[in-house]
């Protein structure tokens, strides 16, 4: 898989607003929404929080990966969204989480969003490549970064 | 032709009812291994014994085939099938990366034996056989490559049932038999070609056996290299095909054509069909096709044995029985002393030199291969291939018991095992209240890894270990007591980590559903309420 065929600077934001985890998810969905990748809202919605109920999925360093299996996805679909002030998003080292990436794949399979998901790890495993991120302006610059 | 094949079913049916009733005897009554039962079968139903006796007008049931082979062409071909399956999955078992790990121990220990077995084999043929007269005599050289061959089957299997194919002897073991198979079919061409040279009369033509050995190493390396590299891309496009039964008989396909291309060069049909094997061994169906291969195996291998046993002529063997036993004797001092000796070398004590030297006693089906080919073309007589089949059958007999004995007591090791690029290898670990509840998510996984397209198949040995793979991804997962290990390569630890995390999610979901669930003990007692409720 590559993360190039999965992300687009429609689907990146560098100034999320909202202040609370769900409001994060929210903002994060409309992205995807606004690219026409995701057409029932509210269903995704309620997946994506349902997930997070089971399980926080604020990691370490930051950054948090929101993701869900829905109906409403034929294939993955990924974005990403930056907030520099962090959100508490209950994360596994209590540190707020500043760089999000959300995935969202069909109901039958977690492997393609696990693979997209590892790969972006690869990438942000270091604290520079993070910096980059949590500094960058545009959509392109958060891109760039994983070398898209 | 409507008789011939009413024959060949009879002899079909009586040598896979013989050997199997016989094999089942042999592993579970005498504890031996079944390939030893099976040829005994053939032995006592084939033409010399059994099946010389008239049928009413059937007459007899293996009757006297003039040629070379006693049996018919048409149970030969079956027989020969057979060989090509068992090499196929011989192949196939090979563990191609710890094969290249050892094998620069296993070369040494692996060539000392071919050598010193060679040149002891020949060298006794020339000394006691009043005919033969050079080492360079088809029946010299057919006896020396017979010495050679290590049975891969018999000692994996031994070492499994003792637990000790991780054991720095055991991989030693298995690295050498492998490349002793390896060289004992280059051997073999050679010496088919050699033989035929001389048997058409004239005399020996170096650059022709040097062409002969050139070609044989030559198809085998190209073959090797370009198996194994395309294997991996073709079994991806024949997964497409959403079914591993086809994957598995498209494989075998392939092992048949790749069986008679090496025919056509030239070289023995079991070097195509073991190459195929070990080229689809590093594929991540490896243990799908393997399954597969071997279930039909099971109905073709026995023939093949079986027609082996038959091939013994009991009068012929009688006047030989002398030269048999000493042959035999031969034989393990080459394999003992020759693997043994260079064993001490590579960093084993006496002791572990001792192992690896019994370890590579069993001789099996390229032996009998080796001799049948040598019977089929005439180069040895049918008393010489009695007394190849003599020495699989004493060597089978006594490496089991030398070999269980031999790995008693500590490390034949000098130095600790080392682990390859321990750097690049991570173990992440999961503990869990009780080993039932481990051993119910490590299922869980399975299911989870298995519905994403990875395959999963049992390691043998003492800790319960699975290898967990797809493509170039291999993770071993490990269940010791209440705790769950997987250790892979650190660039797919992040995949795992994940598949790990979204496995964890989906047992709480099945916990929480299990808490909601109405009481199992109401459950249970509606069940039984039930039970006599009156109509």
């Given at each position: 898989?590559?993360i190039?065929?999965i992300l687009?600077?429609?689907v990146v934001t560098t100034s999320l607003k909202s202040t609370t985890k769900e409001g994060v998810i929210s903002e994060l969905l409309d992205l995807l929404v606004s690219a026409?990748l995701v057409?029932?809202r509210d269903a995704v919605l309620s997946a994506l929080m349902d997930r997070e109920r089971k399980m926080s999925t604020g990691i370490q360093h930051g950054v948090a990966i929101p993701h869900g299996k829905t109906?409403a996805v034929?294939?993955l679909v990924a974005c990403i969204g930056i907030k520099k002030d962090g959100v508490d998003f209950a994360s596994l080292d209590g540190e707020p989480s500043r760089i999000f990436i959300m995935t969202l794949s069909?109901?039958?399979?977690v492997?393609?969003h696990v693979q997209f998901l590892a790969e972006v790890s690869m990438v942000i495993k270091t604290e520079e490549a993070r910096e980059r991120l949590l500094n960058a302006k545009?959509a392109?610059e958060v891109l760039?970064v994983f070398?898209? | 032709?409507?008789?011939?094949?009413?024959?060949?079913?009879?002899?079909?049916?009586?040598?896979?009812?013989?050997?199997?009733?016989?094999?089942?005897?042999?592993?579970?009554?005498?504890?031996?291994?079944?390939?030893?039962?099976?040829?005994?079968?053939?032995?006592?139903?084939?033409?010399?014994?059994?099946?010389?006796?008239?049928?009413?007008?059937?007459?007899?049931?293996?009757?006297?085939?003039?040629?070379?082979?006693?049996?018919?062409?048409?149970?030969?071909?079956?027989?020969?099938?057979?060989?090509?399956?068992?090499?196929?999955?011989?192949?196939?078992?090979?563990?191609?990366?710890?094969?290249?790990?050892?094998?620069?121990?296993?070369?040494?220990?692996?060539?000392?034996?071919?050598?010193?077995?060679?040149?002891?084999?020949?060298?006794?043929?020339?000394?006691?056989?009043?005919?033969?007269?050079?080492?360079?005599?088809?029946?010299?050289?057919?006896?020396?490559?017979?010495?050679?061959?290590?049975?891969?089957?018999?000692?994996?299997?031994?070492?499994?049932?003792?637990?000790?194919?991780?054991?720095?002897?055991?991989?030693?073991?298995?690295?050498?038999?492998?490349?002793?198979?390896?060289?004992?079919?280059?051997?073999?061409?050679?010496?088919?070609?050699?033989?035929?040279?001389?048997?058409?009369?004239?005399?020996?033509?170096?650059?022709?056996?040097?062409?002969?050995?050139?070609?044989?190493?030559?198809?085998?390396?190209?073959?090797?290299?370009?198996?194994?590299?395309?294997?991996?891309?073709?079994?991806?496009?024949?997964?497409?095909?959403?079914?591993?039964?086809?994957?598995?008989?498209?494989?075998?396909?392939?092992?048949?054509?790749?069986?008679?291309?090496?025919?056509?060069?030239?070289?023995?049909?079991?070097?195509?069909?073991?190459?195929?094997?070990?080229?689809?061994?590093?594929?991540?169906?490896?243990?799908?096709?393997?399954?597969?291969?071997?279930?039909?195996?099971?109905?073709?291998?026995?023939?093949?044995?079986?027609?082996?046993?038959?091939?013994?002529?009991?009068?012929?063997?009688?006047?030989?029985?002398?030269?048999?036993?000493?042959?035999?004797?031969?034989?393990?001092?080459?394999?003992?002393?020759?693997?043994?000796?260079?064993?001490?070398?590579?960093?084993?004590?006496?002791?572990?030199?001792?192992?690896?030297?019994?370890?590579?006693?069993?001789?099996?089906?390229?032996?009998?291969?080796?001799?049948?080919?040598?019977?089929?073309?005439?180069?040895?007589?049918?008393?010489?291939?009695?007394?190849?089949?003599?020495?699989?059958?004493?060597?089978?007999?006594?490496?089991?018991?030398?070999?269980?004995?031999?790995?008693?007591?500590?490390?034949?090791?000098?130095?600790?095992?080392?682990?390859?690029?321990?750097?690049?290898?991570?173990?992440?670990?999961?503990?869990?209240?009780?080993?039932?509840?481990?051993?119910?998510?490590?299922?869980?996984?399975?299911?989870?890894?298995?519905?994403?397209?990875?395959?999963?198949?049992?390691?043998?040995?003492?800790?319960?270990?699975?290898?967990?793979?797809?493509?170039?991804?291999?993770?071993?997962?490990?269940?010791?007591?209440?705790?769950?290990?997987?250790?892979?390569?650190?660039?797919?630890e992040a995949f795992?980590r994940l598949m790990l995390m979204e496995s964890l999610v989906d047992f709480q979901e099945?916990?929480d559903?299990?808490?909601?669930?109405?009481?199992?003990?109401?459950?249970?007692?509606?069940?039984?309420?039930?039970?006599?409720?009156?109509?």
């Open positions: 898989m590559k190039k065929n687009s600077p429609a026409k057409t029932d109906a034929k294939n069909p109901l039958d399979r492997g393609p545009t392109q760039a070398g898209i | 032709m409507a008789h011939e094949m009413m024959l060949l079913a009879l002899q079909l049916g009586v040598i896979l009812v013989a050997t199997k009733l016989n094999g089942w005897f042999f592993s579970r009554k005498l504890k031996q291994p079944k390939v030893l039962g099976e040829l005994v079968a053939g032995m006592v139903v084939g033409p010399y014994v059994l099946g010389a006796i008239p049928l009413g007008s059937l007459g007899a049931l293996f009757p006297p085939v003039v040629g070379t082979v006693p049996v018919s062409p048409e149970l030969y071909g079956i027989a020969t099938v057979g060989s090509i399956l068992l090499l196929f999955s011989s192949g196939l078992e090979t563990d191609l990366p710890t094969f290249l790990r050892f094998s620069g121990k296993a070369s040494v220990v692996g060539l000392g034996g071919v050598i010193v077995s060679f040149l002891l084999g020949a060298g006794i043929t020339v000394l006691l056989h009043p005919a033969v007269h050079s080492i360079m005599e088809p029946e010299a050289l057919f006896l020396g490559t017979i010495c050679t061959a290590t049975s891969i089957g018999i000692t994996a299997r031994i070492l499994g049932e003792t637990k000790k194919i991780s054991s720095p002897e055991g991989v030693t073991i298995l690295a050498a038999a492998v490349l002793d198979d390896v060289i004992s079919i280059v051997l073999l061409s050679v010496v088919v070609g050699i033989s035929a040279v001389e048997m058409g009369g004239g005399s020996v033509a170096w650059g022709g056996i040097g062409a002969v050995a050139l070609k044989a190493v030559g198809f085998w390396a190209v073959c090797m290299v370009a198996g194994i590299l395309v294997a991996p891309h073709l079994t991806k496009r024949m997964k497409r095909l959403e079914s591993l039964g086809v994957v598995a008989e498209l494989s075998f396909g392939i092992a048949l054509l790749l069986a008679g291309l090496s025919e056509m060069a030239g070289l023995a049909m079991i070097i195509g069909a073991y190459i195929t094997g070990l080229s689809f061994s590093q594929t991540d169906v490896s243990a799908e096709i393997t399954e597969r291969v071997k279930a039909v195996g099971e109905y073709f291998i026995p023939v093949f044995f079986a027609v082996m046993g038959m091939m013994v002529d009991f009068k012929a063997v009688g006047a030989v029985l002398g030269f048999g036993i000493l042959f035999s004797v031969i034989a393990f001092a080459g394999k003992l002393i020759g693997c043994g000796f260079p064993a001490l070398f590579v960093g084993f004590n006496l002791k572990g030199a001792f192992r690896i030297g019994a370890g590579m006693l069993p001789r099996g089906e390229v032996t009998l291969i080796v001799a049948g080919i040598g019977l089929a073309s005439g180069a040895i007589g049918a008393d010489m291939f009695g007394v190849a089949v003599m020495t699989m059958l004493l060597a089978s007999v006594a490496a089991p018991p030398l070999l269980v004995q031999a790995f008693k007591g500590g490390s034949g090791y000098r130095k600790k095992l080392e682990e390859p690029d321990a750097g690049d290898v991570v173990t992440i670990e999961l503990d869990f209240p009780s080993e039932r509840a481990a051993d119910f998510l490590r299922r869980s996984l399975a299911d989870s890894f298995r519905s994403e397209g990875f395959f999963i198949r049992t390691i043998e040995g003492s800790v319960k270990s699975w290898q967990v793979r797809k493509e170039e991804m291999v993770f071993v997962m490990k269940r010791q007591g209440s705790k769950l290990e997987f250790t892979g390569k650190r660039e797919h795992v099945f916990v559903s299990l808490k909601s669930m109405e009481q199992p003990e109401m459950m249970g007692a509606g069940l039984l309420m039930n039970m006599f409720a009156q109509k």
